[in-house]
């Protein structure tokens, strides 16, 4: 605590003390600039979505992108969305500013259509705060229709602790989703406690593996237990139909063993980095003429 590290700076010399504190004065700063920064960042137009291609493991192509947000305001850095998304949730910006990245990335879904890529499904996360807010399926359905994003090429990305906490309106909530036909899927999965058996009543689609348990695909050599998690939840997820997709792919050694394990969709490094809607338009087409 902060009362404590003082007592033991100032016990420590006067140098000390200026250190600690002037840390502590920068760091209470800092989140007050963030989060007023942060309330005219729509207004600004200092939001920007960079889209991450999801490969379909078995024929190579892309299939769809997640919208990952980054946030640039005038004349500083680019700020990524660990820095900011956390601030928004408990200021309640995270609602005003959900709703701006659902709107551009079901645009820039219907956008790469006109230009005459196929029906690309876009991929936007969803925050704790957002999927509590009361309206946010009426919210959704108008965000579709002023767009004119098919609902089945939008994916709705939320984390298992998100449906742990408040289980009951968690299934109405996405019920109502997936009535509208919006695919659902869970983020990040195994990160929490849930277990796959506990998901079977929630109507979802898609599974996505956290990248830590990809991360420890084929590491080492081919003959001990890497990947055994990765390879149970994509045995398990299919066994309850759902979809699979791998998250934080680097190597192509971890795409060969997800592939052999016919998990069905990655994204990650390896095939791309995050990047804007442009690149992505590029690769694809580019993707499309070396077959
Ligand atoms: P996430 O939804 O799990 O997104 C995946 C994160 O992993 C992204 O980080 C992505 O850039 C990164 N990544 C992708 N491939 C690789 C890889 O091969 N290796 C490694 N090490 N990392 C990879 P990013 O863009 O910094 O986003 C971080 C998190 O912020 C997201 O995690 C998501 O939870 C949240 N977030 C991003 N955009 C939004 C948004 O629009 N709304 C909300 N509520 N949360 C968002
Ligand atoms: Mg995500
Ligand atoms: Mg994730
Ligand atoms: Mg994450």
New binding site residues.
């Given amino acids: 605590n902060a009362d404590a590290a003082l007592y033991q700076a100032k016990a420590m010399g006067r140098g000390n003390y200026q250190f600690y504190s002037e840390e502590m004065n920068a760091r209470t700063l800092d989140r007050l600039t963030l989060e007023s920064g942060l309330r005219h960042a729509v207004e600004r137009g200092e939001l920007q979505l ?1 889209y ?1 291609p999801q490969i379909d493991l078995a024929s190579g192509d892309i299939i769809g992108a ?4 980054r946030w640039h305001p005038a004349g500083q850095h680019l700020i ?3 820095a900011f ?1 956390s601030i928004a949730e408990e200021t309640g910006l ?1 609602v005003p500013i ?1 709703e701006w ?1 659902l709107r551009t990335a079901c645009a820039q879904q219907v956008a790469w259509r006109r230009a005459g890529l196929p029906n690309l499904r876009v991929a ?4 704790a705060r ?1 999927f509590r807010q009361p309206g946010l399926d009426a919210m959704v359905a108008r965000v579709l229709a002023d767009t004119g994003c098919p609902p089945g090429r939008l994916e709705l ?1 939320i984390t298992e602790s998100v449906l742990m906490e408040r289980p009951d309106s968690a299934a109405q909530t996405l019920q109502r989703l997936s009535d509208m036909g919006v695919q659902l899927a869970i ?2 999965f195994g990160t929490g406690y849930s277990s796959l058996s506990y998901l079977k009543r929630f109507p979802i689609n898609a599974l996505k593996i956290d ?1 830590s348990f990809v991360r420890d695909i084929a590491m080492h050599s081919a003959d001990n237990d890497d990947g055994a998690i990765a390879a149970a939840v994509i045995a398990l997820a299919h066994s309850m139909g759902l979809t699979v997709v791998a ?4 190597t192509a050694r971890q795409r060969d063993f997800l592939r052999a394990l016919h998990c069905d969709q990655a ?4 095939f791309s ?2 990047m804007p809607a442009p690149a992505l338009e590029h690769l694809f087409i580019k993707g499309e003429a070396s077959k």
């Fill in positions: 960079k991450q997640e919208a990952l947000l990524m969305p660990d998304i995270i959900g990245v936007v996360n969803l925050s957002q990305e983020d990040d990248r998250e934080g792919v680097e994204q990650g490094f390896y980095e995050p």
